[in-house]
């Protein structure tokens, strides 16, 4: 080793040792006499001390050393005189008798300090630097250690982690595959996996009755700022089990991570349908943190000659807790948020419920104290509350306000990351009716089995069947998400046929699976978490990016290393292709 | 759960327990009144009874029951009254008081038995049966228990495994990359890679002194029995270290894996240059388990007269122990073993020096009983050895008797795999020279860095150069190598210019990494592990299609699903590509 101990290690316990130290500079500063360098290396920050009265040649070459060289330095660990209370080495400095430069540097980019004048495309070329920063090295560490967490917990559980093929075929259903294309049997391709979800059931028909693994997976879709083409999922799946089963085994991962990883103690997860979900929440992934449900008011509403309200197919309430002093500057913040395109509402009505008793609100002309006073009570509102109140198209209304409910949770502080509030929705619908196209989609995936008492209805009215599916979600994202899956021929076909599939198109893209069904297959169900999403949760961030090593832009682009980019004629003639006039 | 125990769990101590268990059904017997079922699942075999005096209508619905018909079985357990000693739960049986047939199976195409009829050809395709057999599940678990091993081992030492992308940019040196089309970023490719090299140096420069990844890795190579076009590796960098550091931490993780998955303690290994392996051996891998080095016996075998002899660049001898006594047969195999054209020698020569001290050669009338009693002593024989000589061109019967050492071993049954021979090779050339290609290629790959003492013959003769490079060889296995790398720009960029690269391929190819090296990049180094080769070691089995849940065929295809396969035109239009007329 070039280093005797680290720049994170050294105590006042070590003082008087020779030690030698390797790392980066962070920082050099000349006070009278004195030369100070902050040494940086991945465990921590020490201060090295040249004294030119001691050493004017070593003082003068440590002067000269700018900031991210790499140098390897000797000496002797001695007390500071001004110690530095803020950081674990503070107590404590090294005094150089002996450095050596391992490599200058360029000066950097943007500084490498935990708030950094580097802008996200600088830091995104320059990753190696920008990694250098605490918060990237605290969230790639975090990463590490969620990932090592998981594989202990799920191997003291029983479960067998196995490597399913990055190199598959391409079914696609679904969101749009990346594919590959084979040299070997020319004109055919390769596709890069989705999800492992056929390869983890055929692993439940193999007799392997607990799978799991963290894998990358692939998705060709055009990126909005929170999605990666590629991205990791913590995938797992069960034998000879029920729904209750696998709720009980994933929520105890979730409590072992809370509890391993951040010292935390979760509560058992609440269960929600996915019909109550949208009543209470207008969304099927509600932030539970705080309370503020939807409340349907339209039937006490309706009949006053007011044309918005009575023209709506649906009235929502919001009681807002003690924002009855809202200011008109902050109710028509609220009305612009609504307003916005992307929520779609045509305005907002308000109600506030004073604390002295008194009503205000936005439709005093058409509604008495009286009329308001019932809006209050089917609010569930009491003194000091705001009611906020949208009206219009049932669908449009609840997405509108449950974003508004967010808002507003957002606006009193109410949704503070470091407080977890995990549930499990279930009871999804098994199929979307999708109007353009005029077929049914999946709502989770062809494999997911409906609930037993709904199958029946999988020929009368295929809209009203539950799948047997469930959702973890936490703080008002969707962490994890699975079903028990079926797992007999003849159910399968009809699923397929039922999303659209003939039965040549099914058979040729899932055969596979089905012939497989037919030897054997265990009852058999799972889930799948979005790792990077989980990572971002328990860091605190929003972003998933931030929790990636080597992240790609919203272009699909790895602009440190320049790719995609163009390969030789010759590779293309070995892949018997040609390329095709750019479409745009 | 759908079962109280697995069907490996129960013993005597369980006697009058009710129990449920979930199984295939492996074997199905009459006798007399009583029908026996053989319940498989993932843990054992639990053997289920049904008494038609005790319920008709049960034992005539188990009597029914086909091989592999998944089913469910509650009853109490008992103990039988003749035990079955090779299997754990052999002491009891389940006298079965219910059962519902979960799943029903065709037959299957091949027996689920440790032997079974079925071809490789019929099991690939029907894997998820193949799986059911105990020594493919056997391996499977055998590759999980060493990949959480790998992973606690390098946790518990510091490292931190950092997921590095995949897709990736294309950099043709060495094997062909897979590509992939982006359909964002028209006519431009992404690469899957052969190994994430490239990001764990920069992972280095980025100050993440230790550094791991189990991590998938893909070559477009034509397919040998051994390889496939993706494969797994042990990842793994270091910081501020030395070779000598890269050897003791990753020999300390070999002896933690053989320890902790076998119950095998190793010695310390062994350590041999590249040019002494060459020179013993004849092989830069050389199984050790035995000794029988190779006896280069030039100098004293000429001038007698023996064209054979006399043209011979090199006369290599091979002492076989206790072999005088071999037989005309078995000496004519010999030859014919190293005529065979991956060999390819000429011929082979053989002096029985005998027990009673005479000699039998196949070169007596050339060679007097002194002439050959100095062959004895280069060949370092003693008597009742067989000397095996081989004489011709340097490098070819260098490797022809390399293999004859191999095969003799196999034969005197000195390559047994239960016994471990692990060693270090070091001191690799850095350059290899393409005769064909007219140019050096990198024996290792472009960023390993040559012994420091060497690099003034960079400019003078860079074939003698030696790289700072290591393999680590178990049983004539490569199982892991690696090098400490360049962390200099300008060193980077003459290897380069040696491997042939103009200044702009190498710009557009690696600039990334030289860039990087200009912002501080600490000295580094690194290995990497073939898993699967790994894994197959450890099993004891020469395959590693064995270790792998899911292999390719040697045409690259999975013939399970049936990849690669065709895709839609829609696709291929949205990549922008057009098959060209296939070349062959």
New interface residues.
């Given amino acids: 080793?070039?280093?005797t101990n680290s720049c994170g290690e050294l105590r006042l316990t070590d003082a008087g040792k020779q030690v030698t130290l390797?790392g980066?500079v962070q920082r050099n500063r000349v006070m009278g006499g004195m030369t100070f360098i902050d040494l940086?290396?991945?465990y921590g920050i020490t201060q090295l001390v040249f004294n030119s009265e001691q050493n004017k040649e070593l003082c003068n070459e440590a002067q000269k050393l700018g900031r991210?060289?790499?140098i390897?330095a000797t000496g002797i660990v001695a007390e500071r005189s001004s110690k530095n209370p803020k950081i674990p080495t503070g107590e404590i400095e090294v005094i150089v008798s002996s450095l050596e430069i391992?490599?200058?540097?360029?000066t950097?980019p943007f500084t490498i300090e935990d708030e950094t004048d580097g802008g996200e495309d600088l830091r995104m070329k320059?990753?190696?630097?920008?990694?250098?920063r605490n918060p990237v090295?605290k969230a790639?560490?975090l990463?590490?250690r969620m990932?090592?967490e998981t594989?202990?917990f799920f191997?003291q559980q029983g479960f067998?982690?196995?490597?399913?093929?990055?190199?598959?075929?391409?079914t696609?259903e679904g969101a749009?595959?990346?594919?590959?294309?084979?040299?070997?049997?020319?004109?055919?391709?390769?596709?890069?996996p989705q999800s492992p979800q056929?390869?983890k059931q055929?692993?439940m028909?193999?007799?392997?009755?607990k799978y799991f693994q963290i894998v990358?997976c692939?998705r060709?879709e055009?990126?909005r700022a929170d999605r990666q083409?590629?991205f990791?999922q913590v995938d797992c799946e069960m034998?000879?089990?029920?729904q209750e089963?696998i709720l009980q085994v994933f929520e105890k991962y979730a409590v072992h991570l809370f509890h391993n990883v951040k010292g935390l103690k979760l509560q058992k997860f609440p269960r929600i349908t996915f019909a109550d979900a949208m009543r209470d929440y207008g969304n099927d992934k509600p932030d539970i943190r705080f309370g503020m449900k939807l409340k349907n008011i339209t039937s006490v509403v309706k009949g006053k000659n007011f044309k918005v309200i009575d023209d709506a197919q649906t009235v929502l309430a919001i009681a807002s807790e003690g924002c009855s002093e809202y200011t008109r500057k902050q109710l028509d913040e609220l009305t612009d948020f609504v307003k916005r395109p992307q929520i779609g509402a045509s305005g907002l009505i308000y109600v506030k419920f004073n604390t002295d008793g008194s009503i205000k609100s936005s439709v005093d002309k058409f509604y008495s104290e009286d009329d308001l006073k019932n809006w209050m009570l089917a609010a569930e509102a009491k003194p000091g509350d705001l009611i906020l109140v949208l009206a219009g198209d049932e669908n449009k209304i609840r997405k509108a306000a449950s974003e508004l409910r967010l808002e507003m949770g957002h606006r009193l502080g109410l949704r503070n990351p470091d407080v977890f509030a995990p549930l499990w929705v279930v009871d999804f619908p098994l199929l979307e009716w999708d109007e353009e196209a005029k077929r049914f989609h999946a709502m989770h995936h062809p494999f997911t089995s409906p609930l037993p008492e709904d199958i029946p209805l999988l020929d009368s009215d295929p809209g009203k069947v539950r799948a047997n599916a469930y959702d973890m979600v936490i703080n008002g994202v969707e962490i994890g998400g699975g079903s028990i899956r079926i797992?007999?021929r003849k159910l399968q076909q009809k699923l397929f046929s039922l999303l659209g599939f003939t039965k040549e198109q099914a058979e040729s893209q899932f055969g596979?699976l089905m012939n497989?069904?037919?030897?054997?297959?265990?009852?058999h169900g799972g889930i799948a978490f979005g790792f990077d999403r989980l990572c971002s949760l328990f860091g605190g961030s929003d972003s998933i990016r931030d929790y990636?090593?080597?992240p790609?832009n919203n272009?699909?682009?790895?602009v440190?290393?320049?790719?995609?980019?163009?390969?030789?004629q010759h590779?293309l003639?070995?892949?018997?292709?040609?390329?095709?006039?750019?479409?745009?």
Wanted: proline fraction near 8%; charged fraction near 30%; include cysteine.
């Fill in positions: 080793m070039l280093r390797c980066w940086r290396d991945r991210e060289f790499v390897k391992l490599n200058p540097s360029k950097p320059f990753r190696y630097l920008d990694i250098r090295k790639l560490l990463r590490h990932a090592q594989r202990c191997d067998i982690e196995i490597e399913t093929p990055v190199l598959i075929k391409s696609p749009r595959d990346f594919i590959v294309p084979s040299r070997m049997n020319p004109h055919e391709f390769y596709a890069l056929t390869f055929l692993l028909v193999a007799g392997i009755d990358k692939f060709d055009d990126l083409p590629e990791t034998s000879f089990i029920e089963d797992h007999n596979f497989a069904f037919e030897y054997g297959a265990p009852p990636m090593a080597f790609k272009a699909g682009r790895d440190m290393i320049d790719a995609p980019s163009a390969i030789s590779q003639d070995e892949l018997n292709l040609v390329l095709k006039e750019k479409q745009y």
